[in-house]
């Protein structure tokens, strides 16, 4: 059974940095596009990014351009959120995805980690 465990969040200030880690266990990490996803309150779920499973070809939603950079560690089973220069508004629950059976569309979710950005 394939289960992911996000980790890493936390309350930080405007212009901060924090890394999210989403680690993989119980299947073949490194066959599956890992994506990352968040959702705010009062929101729709919105995608923050994705990689495939070379590591190559990363996709960015266009929100986060140019802030957040995902890469994996196929090694450590781990994918990573570095996320640059914080905005309140990236304020969310963020969530890890794997298994895309879809546009956006993904099999299996993790449970999420809380994201604060305070002014």
């Known amino acids: 059974q394939v289960q992911l465990v996000e980790s890493g969040g936390g309350l930080v200030q405007a212009g901060d940095s924090l890394r999210l880690s989403c680690t993989f266990s119980?299947?073949?990490?490194?066959?599956?596009?890992i994506a990352w996803f968040r959702r705010a309150p009062g929101k729709e779920r919105e995608f923050v990014a994705s990689?495939?499973?070379?590591?190559?070809?990363?996709t960015y939603g266009d929100s986060v351009k140019g802030r957040f950079t995902i890469s994996r560690d196929n090694a450590k089973n781990t994918v990573y959120l570095q996320m640059n220069n914080l905005k309140p508004e990236d304020t969310a629950v963020y969530y890890c995805?794997?298994?895309?059976?879809?546009?956006?569309?993904?099999?299996?979710w993790g449970q999420g980690t809380q994201v604060t950005v305070s002014l």
């Open positions: 990689i495939e499973k070379t590591g190559n070809g990363p």
């Open positions: 995805a794997a298994d895309r059976t879809g546009w956006r569309q993904y099999r299996y």
């Open positions: 119980g299947g073949t990490f490194s066959i599956y596009t």
